[in-house]
């Protein structure tokens, strides 16, 4: 569990969209700076490539980037990861064609004080769907399936992979949860890993919008994918 619970979750409000966050001509400068950018990540089995925004790359959008998002969620530090050779990073890039599954973003360093993150969207469709559900340990994949459960590793942790666990399973209520809900959204998971869950927010994305939420809450991509989408991440501290 985090160390300093008071505060974090004093810091803790609803999901927010900033619609428009950024303009046309700053969706083109961040796709340029996405094509730029080395790959970190191809995951073929998760269909997903990642790449993080380092020091060095996009150097006119970093400083609008931070000042934009300090006029909205006020004073932080990034929290993402930092590179081998030492360098800043601003947020990872994400392109995906199969819909992430139940995680939270809390980090893992239990000292920290976790803030908000935050998702820029830089394609067309796709759904973030936020639940009201919260979770004050590390960064962790949540899943009922054995086969995924048996992935955690000290290999695996060293890669920066999330811890798997089904600890969300004891966590909330015994209610199971809302089938006209996982119908509608969210069919890539089994709806027993879900128990338990309510949905906060069902964000339908929309190009050049921010979508700001708390690294405590439980989250995960829809089902309803039609193509490839793309969107930016930063995790902020305090
Ligand atoms: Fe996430």
Redesign the pocket.
Known sequence: MHKDLNNIKSLESPPKVIKNFINSDEIKQFLKLYNELPVTVNNIKQKVIKKRWIEGYGKDLEPLFQEKLKSLIGDFKMDNLITEDKKECFGLFQESISP?KL?V?AGFNLNDLIYKQTLILLSEYGETVIFKNRFYGVSTSFTNNENELLENSSENFKKGKNTRSNEHLKMFTDKSFNKDHHNKYLKHEDINNLKGLEIELVYNWNLGDLLIFDRTNL?CSSSNIKNKKIGL?TFTKK
């Open positions: 992430l995680h973003d989250h991440t």
